[in-house]
């Protein structure tokens, strides 16, 4: 590492929990929150607290979560594969970490990176395309600002896009033709393709992007 650069805590990763456990532990709306982005991306919840706010209660009983009725005691994370402390007592929060990290589940601590495992992002998604921006903790008001600002740039055209790309590479395979990531780089004209796009012309922008992978295969060559 280079003399002054900067050294950033949390290697960045889409985590697949797709099935599997994720352990809540908390009731209240920060709790809630937490629990929305575990089901939006498959998890298995389970929410470990005495009481539940309204909301997790409709979501315990339409059978979208598990609960468990009581206080936090150890044991509960055997066999989690991430877990979520999310009360409002930090000698609860700390107590969540330290049964995690023995039991190697990986762990976050609401409002407190420090003794967290990973920390989530603000993120938001085009299709299949997830922008997420992390500030390492320091300040999620700022992270969600920017996203909010990154928003607004962009529509719905980026999920067209990844659909197209899918779409010339499963071809190009089928054909035997192998393209070169340097020549991906440059045939991908963003501003030609997101502009077809809006304009509801797939089969032209398909056609743009094979021409100029094609031209460029050519020079390669």
């Known amino acids: 590492m280079k003399k002054g650069s900067h050294k950033s805590p949390h290697y960045p990763i889409f985590l697949d929990i797709c099935g599997k456990k994720c352990l809540v532990v908390g009731g209240g709306h920060v709790a809630l929150r937490k629990v929305k982005v575990l089901l939006e991306h498959g998890g298995n919840v389970e929410v470990v607290s005495p009481t539940l706010c309204p909301e997790l209660s409709q979501l315990a009983e339409n059978g979208s979560i598990k609960v468990l009725n009581k206080n936090y005691q150890p ?31 990986l762990v976050n601590v609401v409002d407190n990176p420090e ?38 740039n962009f529509g719905d055209e980026y999920a067209f896009l990844v659909v ?22 440059k045939a991908l004209d963003l501003d030609l393709l997101l502009e077809l796009g809006r304009a509801g012309r797939g089969e032209k922008a398909k056609t743009a992007l094979l021409n100029n992978l094609e031209r460029l295969r050519q020079i390669d060559s």
Do not use: M
């Open 115 to 152: 003794q967290s495992d990973f920390i989530v992002p603000s993120y938001f998604r085009r299709g299949d395309i997830t922008i997420a921006i992390s500030t390492t903790g320091k300040s999620p008001a700022l992270a969600r600002k920017i996203r909010t600002r990154l928003e607004q």
């Open 75 to 105: 044991g509960v994370l055997v066999g989690a594969f991430v877990a979520i402390a999310a009360t409002a007592e930090a000698d609860t929060n700390e107590r969540v970490a330290e049964e995690a990290r023995k039991h190697g589940v």
């Open 164 to 185: 197209l790309i899918s779409e010339v590479r499963t071809e190009l395979k089928q054909r035997g033709i192998t393209v070169s990531g340097n020549a991906w780089q």
